[in-house]
C-alpha cells in the first residue's frame, strides 16, 4: 500500500512538470479559481524563520539565496539535465502538492531523472516543513492560492486512490 501511495505522489508531480506548463498562471485563470486569493497558509511565522536558517544552510547554494534558482533554468545542461529551478513562486514549485514536496526533499531528484541530492538523512520532518514554510512565504497570495487548490485537489485524488 506505501509503495502505491508513493507512486500516486510521484506520478501527480511529474504530471505538474511538463515543460509547456512552468510559467505562473496568469492573473485571468487565477480569477476563476475557487481558491481564496488571501487564503490562510498552512505554516506558521516561526516556521518561516527557522526555515529561513536552514534553507541558507541545505538549499541556497543551489536554489540562491532568496529562491531565485539557476540563470537559464529552463535550459537543460550538458549532462541533460535542468539546473536548480526558482522555488520564489515564478518556476514549477507551485505545482506540486505538499506532500510532493516533502518527499523531494526527503529523497531528492535523482529517482526521477533529477540531480537534486536527498535531504532525509540530514533534516527531519519538521526541518523539512519549515523550509518549505520559508519557500512558500516567498509566493505571492495568487500563487498560493492556486497552490493551494492544487494540493487539496491532489489530496482528494490520493485518498481516493487509497481506498481502492
Keep these: 500500500m506505501r509503495a ?7 506520478c501527480l508531480g511529474l504530471a505538474g512538470c511538463d515543460e509547456t506548463a512552468v510559467q505562473p498562471p496568469e492573473p485571468a485563470n487565477l480569477a476563476m479559481s475557487h481558491a481564496a486569493p488571501n487564503a490562510p ?26 529562491a531565485e534558482g539557476t540563470p537559464n533554468w529552463r535550459q537543460p545542461g550538458p549532462d541533460g539535465k535542468y ?19 516533502r518527499q523531494t526533499v526527503r529523497i ?13 538523512d540530514k533534516l527531519n520532518n519538521d526541518e523539512i516543513d519549515a523550509i ?24 482528494s485524488k490520493l485518498r481516493a486512490a487509497a481506498r481502492d
Design 4 to 10: 502505491s501511495i508513493t507512486t500516486v505522489i510521484a
Design 41 to 66: 497558509r498552512w505554516y506558521w511565522p516561526e516556521q518561516v524563520a527557522k526555515g529561513a536558517d536552514l534553507y541558507l544552510a541545505y538549499c541556497a547554494e543551489c536554489h540562491g539565496q532568496n
Design 83 to 101: 539546473p536548480p529551478p526558482p522555488l520564489n513562486g515564478s518556476a514549477h514549485t507551485w505545482h506540486h502538492p505538499l506532500a510532493m514536496l
Design 108 to 120: 531528492g531528484g535523482v529517482p526521477v531523472g533529477g540531480s537534486m541530492p536527498a535531504f532525509g
Design 132 to 155: 518549505l514554510a520559508w519557500v512558500q512565504s516567498h509566493w505571492s497570495d495568487q500563487i498560493y492560492a492556486f497552490w493551494r487548490e492544487r494540493d487539496a485537489q491532489s489530496t
